[in-house]
């Protein structure tokens, strides 16, 4: 006996389809954010998506990220957005923080409520850490071409001043006010290297003492991160099962 292809699950939605109907925060970021834009720069947009829980039932699970759909667009799925969060992750701490929010809903807007639960002293070794990476791959430009790149010199001071101020005051804040003619003088190369190194050095330094005495607790609200989680997860499911939302997902 043949199987009767209406019995067949409904195909899972696509990955575009995913960050189309299931969003639930986007922002631009990028230098539009930081407060350093120019006439020539891109327009990054991020978001999350609350990928619909039956999804999770099937062997193949959703994806935990799409590029796309468009250029310059990157999503998380919350839970993937939650657990680099909680690990201090600089870009999605940042995300969480943009600005320049384009749509958010009531899901969204109860993940920004909770953006201060994500907040811990790891902003310092996973702030710290990526600047460090990225300065030893200045300095290996500078060996090997004779010059950084002066973007990423410029991004590099943004970072470890966003992580010193974090620390020392326990509020992240993405745009760079004051500083942008300063940053945009590193971008544009104006800035000698070792002025530029020198302060490196020092914001490092002050990004140390910060950690010491920062209103910051030592770990992120991991409990009131996954209670969100587990009931953004159960009402998904239960819309699911009233046929709400694009084919019952």
């Known amino acids: 006996m043949r199987p009767d292809p209406a019995a067949?699950?409904?195909?899972?939605?696509?990955?575009?389809?995913?960050?189309?109907?299931?969003?639930v925060y986007a922002c631009v970021m990028g230098s539009r954010a930081f407060g350093l834009a120019t006439p020539d720069s891109d327009i990054d947009r991020r978001g999350v998506f609350l990928a619909p829980t039956p999804l999770f039932w099937r062997f193949?699970?959703?994806p935990a990220h799409v590029e796309g759909p468009g250029e310059e667009r990157f999503s998380w799925e919350l839970e993937r957005l939650c657990a680099l969060a909680l690990r201090a992750n600089p870009n999605v701490l940042e995300f969480l923080h943009s600005p320049l929010v384009e749509h958010v809903d009531d899901t969204g807007?109860?993940?920004?409520?909770?953006?201060?639960?994500?907040l811990s002293r790891e902003v310092h070794r996973s702030f710290t850490g990526y600047a460090l990476g990225q300065r030893r791959?200045?300095?290996?430009?500078?060996r090997v071409h004779g010059a950084p790149r002066w973007k990423h010199?410029?991004?590099?001071?943004?970072?470890?001043?966003?992580?010193?101020?974090?620390?020392?005051?326990?509020t992240l804040t993405v745009d760079v006010g004051a500083e942008r003619e300063p940053l945009?003088?590193?971008?544009?190369?104006?800035?000698?290297?070792?002025?530029v190194r020198a302060r490196m050095d020092r914001l490092s330094a002050e990004t140390d003492d910060a950690v010491r005495r920062t209103p910051l607790p030592a770990e992120a609200d991991r409990p009131r991160v996954e209670d969100f989680l587990i009931r953004a997860r159960r009402?998904?499911?239960?819309r699911a099962l009233a046929g709400e939302g694009p084919g019952g997902c």
């Open 184 to 195: 945009l003088a590193v971008k544009r190369g104006e800035v000698p290297w070792d002025r």
């Open 8 to 23: 067949d699950p409904v195909p899972p939605p696509t990955p575009e389809t995913l960050v189309r109907d299931h969003t």
């Open 153 to 170: 010199a410029m991004h590099l001071l943004r970072l470890l001043t966003s992580a010193r101020d974090l620390l020392r005051t326990g």
């Open 235 to 238: 009402a998904s499911a239960l």
């Open 60 to 62: 193949e699970k959703p």
């Open 109 to 118: 807007r109860e993940l920004l409520a909770l953006r201060g639960a994500f």
């Open 137 to 142: 791959k200045l300095e290996a430009d500078l």
